[in-house]
Every structure is written in structure tokens, then in C-alpha cells.
């Protein structure tokens, strides 16, 4: 099963989770990938994973990040980046101001 | 002692074609892993949703973090689970057949059941298992704490035989391998558990599972017999009467019919209207004798089982959907077990409405039991360092807790999954004034029984409510929601003042929560009949400052 760590504690870390699959659902659909094409394309087992990560549930494992983003039609240094602002805000705001 | 169990439990009906949401039965045995694990003091969040195709998903989630730990599906009419704490994805036709594989794959380690009795394992169990496994994969000092606990009940069981203790050594040396595996390597904790560990992981977890919630399986074997009689035709007078109990639950409160929603509803769950007293639980015998214990064996189990569980259906679009009202399903004989487990999930579920507002009411809650010592929580004993000696069931060692150390809040206590709204302040109004005067126990000089009493007379007098108005933040609001079990409509907050403990929310009693100044916002509370202070053994002191009423008041109703 794919997962991480948390890096960051606080309230507002479900809220950012939530941003984070809304932004996937967004690519996801721009690309008019299903959920199961998309599991496909990127690896996973179980392509309720993908409907679990839109919904603000768990993360994308890091070492998935470049099939994510080839899938999903992006730069792996700027999706890459973008997850960064959902899954570690503090590094994100450090890097990029 | 018997464990009974109802193999009816996965005897899902064949689905329709095409995708569709879980079932109330499927639900069920989900939320019976949380209650088992909440009984054990293992909080963790639960979330659903559907799919773009309209598959059903169900995670398990560290309360703490919000990390996912476990996933259950249904992908095209077979079911699916995978957690972080095993490299496997396990697939079947239902719930049952991922059990079977689960075990398949695993070697079972399992401790001989205590005092002799008959134990057969529970796929409950397994599941449980499962879903802790991973739990204790993202937290090696639960593992630990899960070590010590279980090495301790061994070596206090009651009437433990040569066989057991000499079965002991192999069984007890794997699960710390196991630990070991955790808590030495700390690299497996983030790119996944070794082979080794994995190997281990699991069945060592069904030990584990099998022998730290034991109390909690003889209990489920209680209504088990129950309905077995009912089934049976057996004690059919008392089991009519605790069928009253279950129907005027199901009456009160929305169930669950999860086939019914489809992706964008919107409907809240709405707490119970009525406000019905809360009669005092008591554990019963697994040995009854007398028809006149099954309604209170049955009212046990309900409250066992009816977890506040205030869900979320999250829907493919990430809105959340909850569950509404059904018409309830018919009563089938055969599947009685069953039925009370739907009954109890629809109680957990409308039992927490999320949008609820808790309000604090002066007077004396009628429907306040009165606390005796085998009411108060394993952890609450703990931290007044006060040995039950009246438990000669459990046989535990006082400080033989278990899980429950690790944890904040203990008992039935389950997380409430998605809290979208954060209920309003609480505010207490004052007591009337009463003449003043601190009393002050020394726990290790009086009896235990002493001791609960006077915490309890401090409870119920009447005279020791706090006298200024306090305002507890939202979290804690949410931290006590779960207390409002089924029919709970109001808890006694014993508001102390120490440096000992180390949670702020402590279970102590049905109905009766002690809380933590510090995370309330007023300071310097006090009430108008003195303090209760408590001299503990082990030196220090706790201080209980004051009580409020706390009730859930809808603010819809």
C-alpha cells in the first residue's frame, strides 16, 4: 500500500490534503483520464486509491511522483513542486517564498 | 467459557450488477474493526467513498495524523484490502475469502486462550488484526506498549495451566521478535517493514489482537448467546425484551442505508430527539443462568457496540455525504446477530451529529449512574493508582492496561471520522453556592472503594459544580463527542488540576469524563463546596476542581 509519512501536524493539514486532491482531480479529468486508467498509468493496485487521493485522503509516495506526472501530462520539477505547497507547506514557503 | 460465533456475520447476499455502495452488513463488519479497536484504546478515523465508477472505498487513518494505514474496496464485485504494514494486496470475493488469505499467507501464532476456554477465532479478529498491524507499524512504542501489556496478562491470568505457561516461551518470544524488528529498525518504518517483520507482523498482531481484546470477545460472545437463544427459541421472554431495546433504537435513530445514496447527496445525520435516560451498564457473566440477564447482557452489547461513529461518505466530487434515513430492513430470524449489528451501527452512526452543539445545563443529569469501582476505566484506575480488586475476571496486574496507556482517550471511544464544523463554546452556568471546605483523600491509605466512592459522591452531589463559566475549545469539544454514546445525552465533566497525568481527556466512568483545566480556557475554576484532592501513591496529587454538565443539544431540533 502506498503511503508517507506526515511531515507536518495542524489543523489545516486535512484542508490541504483536500486542496491537493481537488488540483489531482483537475489534471486527472484535463487529461480525460478515468480514475482506473489513471492507477494504470502510474502503477496502482487498487485504482480506488486515486478516488482516495481526491478526496484529500493520504498522499502520493514520493517515488511515484515522476509516473504521476508524466501520466498527468506535467514537468515533474512543477508538479513535483505543486504537491510540495499540499504535502509540506513549511518547505514549500522556505524554498519558494 | 464458549466463544460463540455466528458465521452468518459474512453471509453477504450476491450483488446486483454494477457497482454499488457498501452494504449495511459490509459497513457492519468495518465498523466493528474501529469498535474493537476503540474498546482496546486504539482510536483511528474512518473515511468512504465511491469511485468515478461507483466502487466503494474504506480507509482506516491514524487519528493523530490523518495518514491512511489501511484500505478496503470493493473493485468490480471483489473486495480488496492493503495496508502499510504488508506488502500484499489481498483480494475475494467478500470479506471472508480476504480473511482466509490473510490467514493463508500468514502463519498463526496464537496464544492458548485463558482459563481454559474454548476459543475460536473470529475472521472479526483477523481484521482487527489487519488494520492494527499497520496502526502499529507507524507507531513502534505502540507495539511495545502492546508487548508489555500482553506479557503482563499472561503472567496474571487466573487459573493458567502448565500447558498454557509452557506454550508461552515460543509464542511470546515471536511477538518480540516482531517488536524487535520495529523498533530496531528504523528505515523499515519508512520504505516498509523487512521480510522478517512481515513475516511476523501479522499473526503476531492476531496474537496480540486475539489476547489483548479478549475481555471485549467475551463480551460480543454474550449477545452471541443471546441471539443464539432467541434463534433457538430459548429464553424467548427476556431476549423480546431486549429486542424492545434494539427496536426502540432503530425508531429513535436514522439506519444506515448506504445503497440508497449515490454520489452528491447531501443529508445529515440528526442526533436522537428524544432524550432518554441512560441506564447504568454492567458487564454480565458470560455464564447466565436466569432469563432475567439477557436484557441487560443485550443493553451491554449495544452499548458496546453503538460507537459513536459520525462518517463521512465522501463522494467522487470530494464533497461529503452522509448517511440517511431507511426504511428499516426486515427482521430475519436466522440472522439475528446480524440484525443487532446493523441496529448498532445506525445507533453509532446518528449518535454524534457533527453539527451538533454540546450545552451545558445546571441541573443534575436524572440519568446519572452511580459509579462503582468495576465502573471505572482501566486507565482512570491507573492514573489514581488504584488496583481493582474486585475484577477477578481479567486477572490483569493493575498497571496492566494495555493499549489504553498509549492513548488519550480510552474506552468507547472511536473517532468520530470527519467533523466538518466545529460546535459552539460550551458555557457552564454556576451552581448554586454551597458551604465551602477542600476534603482530601490519600489514595494508598484508603481503600479503593473509598476512593470511587468519594470521587462519585463529588459527582453526583450536586454541589460541587464549577461556578465559573468555561468555554472549551473545539478540539475538545470533538475529543468529548464520542462519550455521547447511544441515548447519552448528557456527561459529567470532572474538571481536574494536575502536572501527574499525562492526557488531558481521561475516561473515567459511563458518563463521566475527567478533563484537564489546562484545555479549558477559563482559569482558576473552582466551585462552591471545595475541592476534592486526591494524594496519590506514587506521590503528587490531582485536584478535582469542579464538575460540569455537559449535554448535546441539537441545534436543529
Known amino acids: ?97 | 467459557m464458549i466463544l460463540v460465533v455466528s458465521a452468518s456475520v459474512f453471509a453477504f447476499p450476491q450483488r446486483a450488477s454494477g457497482p454499488q455502495p457498501w452494504t449495511n452488513d459490509e459497513l457492519a463488519e468495518l465498523y466493528r474493526v474501529v469498535e474493537i479497536l476503540g474498546r482496546a484504546g486504539l482510536l483511528v478515523e474512518t473515511e468512504m467513498g465511491l469511485s468515478d465508477e461507483g466502487d466503494p472505498w474504506f480507509v482506516f487513518c491514524r487519528r493523530d495524523s490523518g495518514d491512511v494505514i489501511a484500505h478496503f474496496a470493493r473493485i468490480g464485485g471483489n473486495f480488496v484490502a492493503a495496508s502499510i504494514a504488508v506488502d500484499a494486496t489481498y483480494r475475494g470475493a467478500n470479506f471472508r475469502q480476504i480473511v482466509e488469505r490473510m490467514v493463508e499467507s500468514q502463519p498463526l501464532i496464537l496464544p492458548p486462550p485463558a482459563g481454559g476456554s474454548r476459543l475460536l477465532l473470529h475472521p472479526s479478529v483477523v481484521l482487527v488484526a489487519f488494520v492494527a498491524t499497520a496502526l502499529a507499524h507507524s507507531d513502534k512504542m505502540l507495539a511495545v506498549d502492546w508487548l508489555r501489556s500482553v506479557d503482563a496478562q499472561w503472567d496474571h491470568r487466573p487459573g493458567q495451566d502448565t500447558h498454557a505457561a509452557s506454550d508461552k516461551p515460543g509464542w511470546f518470544d515471536s511477538l518480540q521478535g516482531w517488536v524487535r524488528s520495529l523498533t530496531q529498525d528504523d528505515k523499515a518504518l519508512h520504505d516498509g517493514p523487512s521480510k522478517e517483520a512481515q513475516a511476523l507482523s501479522l499473526a503476531s498482531l492476531i496474537a496480540i489482537a486475539v489476547t489483548a481484546l479478549q475481555p471485549i470477545m467475551d463480551k460480543m460472545s454474550v449477545i452471541s448467546q443471546a441471539f443464539s437463544d432467541e434463534v433457538s427459541g430459548q429464553s424467548r421472554h427476556s431476549v423480546v425484551a431486549a429486542g424492545g431495546h434494539a427496536v426502540q433504537a432503530s425508531q429513535e435513530m436514522p439506519v444506515i442505508d448506504s445503497a440508497s445514496l449515490s454520489s452528491g447527496d447531501q443529508v445529515v445525520v440528526q442526533p436522537p430527539t428524544s432524550d432518554r435516560a441512560q441506564a447504568p451498564h454492567k458487564l454480565v457473566s458470560s455464564d447466565m443462568s436466569g432469563d432475567a440477564q439477557h436484557p441487560d447482557a443485550v443493553t451491554d452489547i449495544l452499548h458496546v457496540a453503538a460507537t459513536p461513529v459520525a462518517h463521512g461518505l465522501a463522494s467522487d466530487d470530494g464533497r461529503l455525504v452522509a448517511a440517511q434515513p431507511a426504511v428499516e430492513q426486515p427482521n430475519d430470524s436466522g440472522n439475528a446477530f446480524m440484525l443487532l449489528q446493523q441496529k448498532a451501527v445506525a445507533v453509532a452512526a446518528a449518535t454524534v451529529d457533527p453539527a451538533s452543539t454540546p450545552v451545558a445545563h445546571g441541573e443534575a443529569s436524572a440519568a446519572m449512574p452511580v459509579i462503582t469501582i468495576d465502573d471505572v476505566s482501566a486507565q482512570a484506575l491507573k492514573l489514581l493508582t488504584i488496583h481493582n480488586s474486585s475484577d477477578s475476571s481479567s486477572g490483569a496486574a493493575p498497571d496492566a492496561t494495555g493499549p489504553a496507556q498509549h492513548q488519550q482517550v480510552v474506552d468507547t471511544a472511536p473517532a468520530p471520522v470527519v467533523v466538518q464544523n466545529d460546535p459552539a463554546p460550551v458555557t457552564v452556568v454556576a451552581a448554586n453556592p454551597a458551604p465551602a471546605g477542600d476534603a482530601e483523600i490519600n489514595v494508598g491509605q484508603n481503600a479503593p472503594v473509598v476512593v470511587i466512592d468519594a470521587i462519585a459522591n463529588f459527582v453526583s452531589s450536586g454541589s460541587h459544580s464549577v461556578t465559573q463559566p468555561i468555554n472549551p475549545s473545539a478540539s475538545l469539544v470533538r475529543d468529548l463527542a464520542p462519550f455521547f454514546t447511544a441515548g447519552r445525552t448528557s456527561i459529567e465533566v470532572i474538571v481536574f488540576d494536575s502536572s501527574s497525568p499525562t492526557a488531558d481527556v481521561i475516561d473515567f466512568a459511563p458518563g463521566v469524563v475527567l478533563v484537564s483545566d489546562n484545555v479549558l480556557s477559563s482559569t482558576h475554576l473552582s466551585n462552591s463546596n471545595g475541592n476534592l484532592i486526591l494524594d496519590l501513591q506514587g506521590g503528587g496529587n490531582i485536584t478535582f476542581v469542579g464538575v460540569a454538565t455537559i449535554g448535546l443539544h441539537s441545534a436543529i431540533s
Open chain 1, 1 to 97: 500500500m502506498y503511503s508517507h509519512p506526515q511531515q507536518a501536524t495542524g489543523h489545516d493539514v486535512q484542508a490541504l490534503r483536500r486542496e491537493a486532491g481537488r488540483w489531482l482531480k483537475e489534471l486527472r479529468i484535463k487529461q480525460n483520464l478515468t480514475q482506473r486508467e489513471l492507477a494504470d498509468r502510474v502503477g496502482v493496485e487498487y485504482y480506488t486509491f486515486v478516488s482516495q487521493l481526491e478526496v484529500g485522503r493520504g498522499r502520493i509516495p514520493p517515488d511515484r511522483y515522476e509516473l504521476w506526472a508524466r501520466a498527468l501530462a506535467m514537468d515533474p520539477a512543477e508538479f513535483v513542486k505543486q504537491l510540495m505547497r499540499f504535502y509540506d507547506p513549511e518547505t514549500y514557503r522556505i524554498l519558494f517564498g
